[in-house]
């Protein structure tokens, strides 16, 4: 098959995986689909440099023997050189199926050279470095081309998924969906190696929300599709790199990181204003990262990611289930109470989808109960956490606390009991007053502190007067340092000794949000007319001009030409594909837009 990866072969980065990974280039080479697309030229480039790398390593291999188990660095340049002819492929024609795992193939042998590094090995990284740096451009166009052509297949598949069966196999359209699950397939294995080229390149202990955020350009669109591709795809799968499963833990933990409130600054001069511009920047910029969240798919794909590495690495599984909890809250948390819900904010849209997704969230909590806490301000947080997105639920249910029997709603009240029952798990007083009070929001929230009461009045009633203030605090403020509260909440004021405070009352100096804000997806749909579609009014990924000056989405144009005929969809004359010639200018006025568009926003409304 063309798509075993080249680690599936000998040793992951050894002269034998090599060779197996340039054959299969040279296979690729030789398919239809490349000899369509591709000029002979750019075709008999590709093969020279194979063939130049397939002699090269079989004489090292003859050389150092089968106990070769990496290649030798006079391997290197024709190596490098090789990846930059199929990486290449992305700026010469649209990525069909086997041209998306040519461009694999390319990462692939990045990756692999990049291996020493990842293990902590002496390597001269100078070639490599010089080939990433000579890449650079080509991978931030290839980023975007797999955040267009992800989008545009999942909508694909879920139109094919909502058809009716068919019995007549000539009216049948299942090839074409098999074609785009196949494809997109290609697509999400591509941001896997992609993904991998960049933390070997950084180094998986450097990997942070902020390392990613500066590799797509501060594009929080672009990186939670890659990402979601990433984690779209199985760990044990032979065609993915070894060690997946600590990429993708790698992954979920920089995902994690994107709630820094530093990020929403990223060129910070000192001109950001005082605190409540710069808590509108950051609103602003949470938005964004809910919205790119929303119209990615990145969410659910993160969840069962976190699940799957629960399950085979309990203890790490459970720290980083824990952050996405976590994360996920922090996202939530303006969303989380009648008080701030803005109904033109996307992140109401992540809300529903956490909502939908209820039930693995559920599964992921216990999974990181089940490992216990090794610090008490590790499980105060998560209490805290788990408050917040329980308050969050109930209003996307529009039940009233306790009616849900989600398997999330469920999991709390078993940690309120388990805490409980646990002593709260702290030792220090001030630890207890912050737990008793991030217990009593979570246990109020999923309609269990009437059932609590009982054991968290004996504990409230060892605190002191002033770990009694200091609960109370928690529980008032309405900032993101105080607890979520949905509206049952008076009562567990009341059990700290404090009148109920009023629902209506906001935070005094805040100012008012500016209405409508767009979403990520708002501003994707707003694009300028010259860089979208004419047929379907998408923005362009890969465009052509027709001899009447009318600009369309290649194989969106070829899609309708192959199901209407040969007559252009806008004037109604005569076309071909064929007729029809490339542009790369638009294509890096799309790129350029794209990449600038979030950012130019944020400023405008900061």
Same mark, same amino acid.
């Given at each position: 098959?063309?798509?075993?990866?080249?680690?599936?072969?000998?040793?992951?980065?050894?002269?034998?995986?090599?060779?197996?990974?340039?054959?299969?280039?040279?296979?690729?080479?030789?398919?239809?689909?490349?000899?369509?697309?591709?000029?002979?030229?750019?075709?008999?480039?590709?093969?020279?440099?194979?063939?130049?790398?397939?002699?090269?390593?079989?004489?090292?291999?003859?050389?150092?023997?089968?106990?070769?188990?990496?290649?030798?660095?006079?391997?290197?340049?024709?190596? /490098? *050189? =090789?990846?930059?002819?199929?990486?290449? %492929?992305? &700026?010469?024609? @649209? $990525?069909?199926? #086997? +041209?998306?795992?040519?461009?694999?193939?390319?990462?692939?042998?990045?990756?692999?050279?990049?291996?020493?590094?990842?293990?902590?090995?002496?390597?001269?990284?100078?070639?490599?470095?010089?080939?990433?740096?000579?890449?650079?451009?080509?991978?931030?166009?290839?980023?975007?081309?797999?955040? /267009? *052509? =992800?989008?545009?297949?999942?909508?694909? %598949?879920? &139109?094919?998924? @909502? $058809?009716?069966? #068919? +019995?007549?196999?000539?009216?049948?359209?299942?090839?074409?969906?098999?074609?785009?699950?196949?494809?997109?397939?290609?697509?999400?294995?591509?941001?896997?190696?992609?993904?991998?080229?960049?933390?070997?390149?950084?180094?998986?202990?450097?990997?942070?929300?902020?390392?990613?955020?500066?590799?797509?350009?501060?594009?929080?669109?672009?990186?939670?599709?890659?990402?979601?591709?990433?984690?779209?795809?199985?760990?044990?799968?032979?065609?993915?790199?070894?060690?997946?499963?600590?990429?993708?833990?790698?992954?979920?933990?920089?995902?994690?990181?994107?709630?820094?409130?530093?990020?929403?600054?990223?060129?910070?001069?000192?001109?950001?204003?005082?605190?409540?511009?710069?808590?509108?920047?950051?609103?602003?910029?949470?938005?964004?990262?809910?919205?790119?969240?929303?119209?990615?798919?990145?969410?659910?794909?993160?969840?069962?990611?976190?699940?799957?590495?629960?399950?085979?690495?309990?203890?790490?599984?459970?720290?980083?289930?824990?952050?996405?909890?976590?994360?996920?809250?922090?996202?939530?948390?303006?969303?989380?109470?009648?008080?701030?819900?803005?109904?033109?904010?996307?992140?109401?849209?992540?809300?529903?989808?956490?909502?939908?997704?209820?039930?693995?969230?559920?599964?992921?909590?216990?999974?990181?109960?089940?490992?216990?806490?090794?610090?008490?301000?590790?499980?105060?947080?998560?209490?805290?956490?788990?408050?917040?997105?329980?308050?969050?639920?109930?209003?996307?249910?529009?039940?009233?606390?306790?009616?849900?029997?989600?398997?999330?709603?469920?999991?709390?009240?078993?940690?309120?009991?388990?805490?409980?029952?646990?002593?709260?798990?702290?030792?220090?007083?001030?630890?207890?007053?912050?737990?008793?009070?991030?217990?009593?929001?979570?246990?109020?929230?999923?309609?269990?502190?009437?059932?609590?009461?009982?054991?968290?009045?004996?504990?409230?009633?060892?605190?002191?007067?002033?770990?009694?203030?200091?609960?109370?605090?928690?529980?008032?403020?309405?900032?993101?340092?105080?607890?979520?509260?949905?509206?049952?909440?008076?009562?567990?004021?009341?059990?700290?000794?404090?009148?109920?405070?009023?629902?209506?009352?906001?935070?005094?100096?805040?100012?008012?949000?500016?209405?409508?804000?767009?979403?990520?997806?708002?501003?994707?749909?707003?694009?300028?007319?010259?860089?979208?579609?004419?047929?379907?009014?998408?923005?362009?990924?890969?465009?052509?001009?027709?001899?009447?000056?009318?600009?369309?989405?290649?194989?969106?144009?070829?899609?309708?030409?192959?199901?209407?005929?040969?007559?252009?969809?806008?004037?109604?004359?005569?076309?071909?594909?064929?007729?029809?010639?490339?542009?790369?200018?638009?294509?890096?006025?799309?790129?350029?837009?794209?990449?600038?568009?979030?950012?130019?926003?944020?400023?405008?409304?900061?």
């Amino acid at each position: 098959m063309d798509g075993d990866g080249s680690e599936a072969h000998g040793i992951p980065g050894s002269t034998t995986a090599l060779l197996s990974l340039v054959d299969r280039i040279l296979r690729l080479t030789q398919h239809d689909q490349v000899a369509l697309a591709l000029t002979s030229m750019d075709r008999e480039q590709l093969q020279f440099r194979a063939s130049e790398a397939s002699q090269t390593l079989s004489l090292c291999k003859e050389r150092e023997g089968e106990a070769a188990r990496r290649p030798v660095e006079s391997s290197f340049p024709c190596l /490098c *050189g =090789l990846a930059v002819e199929c990486i290449n %492929v992305v &700026e010469k024609a @649209e $990525l069909s199926t #086997v +041209l998306a795992r040519l461009v694999t193939a390319g990462c692939e042998v990045l990756a692999a050279l990049l291996l020493p590094l990842a293990d902590g090995e002496a390597s001269s990284f100078d070639w490599i470095r010089e080939t990433l740096e000579d890449l650079s451009d080509q991978i931030d166009f290839l980023a975007l081309e797999v955040y /267009c *052509g =992800l989008g545009r297949l999942e909508s694909k %598949v879920l &139109e094919s998924d @909502e $058809l009716p069966v #068919v +019995l007549d196999p000539i009216e049948d359209d299942f090839g074409a969906y098999w074609g785009s699950i196949e494809h997109r397939q290609a697509l999400q294995e591509l941001s896997a190696w992609l993904m991998c080229v960049l933390f070997r390149a950084l180094g998986y202990a450097s990997v942070t929300a902020s390392s990613l955020m500066e590799f797509v350009n501060h594009d929080l669109l672009c990186l939670c599709s890659l990402l979601r591709g990433l984690f779209a795809v199985r760990a044990d799968d032979s065609s993915l790199p070894h060690d997946t499963s600590e990429i993708q833990g790698v992954a979920l933990g920089a995902l994690c990181g994107l709630t820094a409130p530093d990020l929403a600054f990223p060129r910070s001069d000192g001109s950001e204003g005082d605190i409540h511009e710069q808590n509108r920047s950051l609103h602003f910029y949470l938005e964004v990262l809910g919205a790119a969240m929303v119209e990615t798919g990145v969410l659910e794909s993160a969840v069962d990611a976190a699940l799957a590495r629960s399950s085979h690495f309990p203890k790490e599984g459970a720290a980083t289930g824990s952050k996405l909890i976590q994360f996920l809250a922090s996202l939530l948390a303006q969303v989380a109470t009648p008080l701030h819900d803005d109904p033109q904010s996307p992140l109401l849209k992540l809300r529903a989808d956490v909502h939908r997704i209820a039930d693995k969230l559920g599964r992921l909590l216990e999974a990181v109960a089940a490992q216990g806490f090794d610090h008490p301000m590790n499980l105060r947080e998560l209490v805290a956490s788990c408050a917040c997105l329980a308050a969050a639920l109930v209003l996307q249910s529009g039940m009233s606390e306790g009616c849900s029997d989600d398997h999330f709603t469920l999991s709390c009240r078993l940690l309120v009991t388990s805490c409980c029952d646990a002593d709260l798990g702290c030792t220090e007083a001030s630890d207890r007053a912050a737990m008793l009070a991030a217990l009593g929001a979570l246990a109020s929230n999923v309609g269990d502190l009437e059932y609590i009461s009982p054991r968290l009045s004996e504990h409230i009633s060892r605190l002191s007067a002033d770990d009694l203030a200091r609960a109370r605090m928690r529980l008032t403020r309405h900032d993101r340092h105080g607890l979520v509260l949905t509206a049952a909440g008076d009562s567990l004021l009341a059990l700290f000794g404090t009148a109920p405070v009023p629902q209506e009352v906001a935070p005094h100096a805040a100012p008012k949000s500016p209405p409508a804000k767009p979403g990520l997806r708002d501003i994707v749909q707003n694009a300028p007319k010259e860089l979208r579609c004419a047929l379907d009014e998408k923005l362009l990924c890969d465009p052509v001009v027709s001899p009447g000056g009318v600009i369309f989405e290649r194989s969106t144009l070829a899609r309708w030409l192959q199901k209407h005929g040969n007559t252009c969809p806008v004037t109604g004359e005569g076309l071909c594909l064929e007729d029809c010639s490339r542009s790369p200018e638009l294509r890096k006025k799309v790129t350029e837009w794209v990449r600038g568009e979030a950012r130019r926003d944020g400023k405008r409304k900061g």
